[in-house]
């Protein structure tokens, strides 16, 4: 299994990025993936998930900001983060679990003024 996290970088308060996670190695379409987030001093944390049927579900600080999609095809996974806050500033992560948690190496993302 292979899971890598691109798309991080600086924005401002408010702004708007793109993260998308690429994964290999196993049966992408039937399975929940999930991105997370790591602030620095602070327990990783889940951001949202997405089911193999598409369905989603997010953390209460993320609801109405973020949108977690899929596309079976490309076998890729995306994090669309609008309204972004300082407190958003975090290493993000995708992860899977099959038979064992997976992780990839982060991207980060830092907003500020």
């Known amino acids: 299994v292979q899971l890598q996290a691109s798309g991080g970088g600086s924005v401002q308060p408010g702004g708007s990025l793109i993260l998308s996670c690429a994964a290999s190695?196993?049966?992408?379409?039937?399975?929940?993936l999930d991105w997370y987030r790591q602030a620095p001093g602070k327990e990783r944390e889940l951001v949202g998930s997405?089911?193999?049927?598409?369905?989603?579900n997010y953390e209460d600080s993320v609801k109405g900001r973020f949108t977690i999609s899929r596309d079976n095809v490309r076998k890729t996974m995306s994090l669309q983060m609008n309204s972004l806050k300082p407190e958003d500033t975090a290493v993000y992560y995708c992860?899977?679990?099959?038979?064992?948690?997976?992780w990839g190496p982060g991207t980060l993302v830092t907003v500020s003024s």
């Open positions: 190695g196993f049966m992408f379409r039937y399975n929940t």
């Open positions: 997405i089911t193999s049927g598409g369905n989603t």
């Open positions: 992860h899977l679990y099959l038979r064992r948690d997976w």
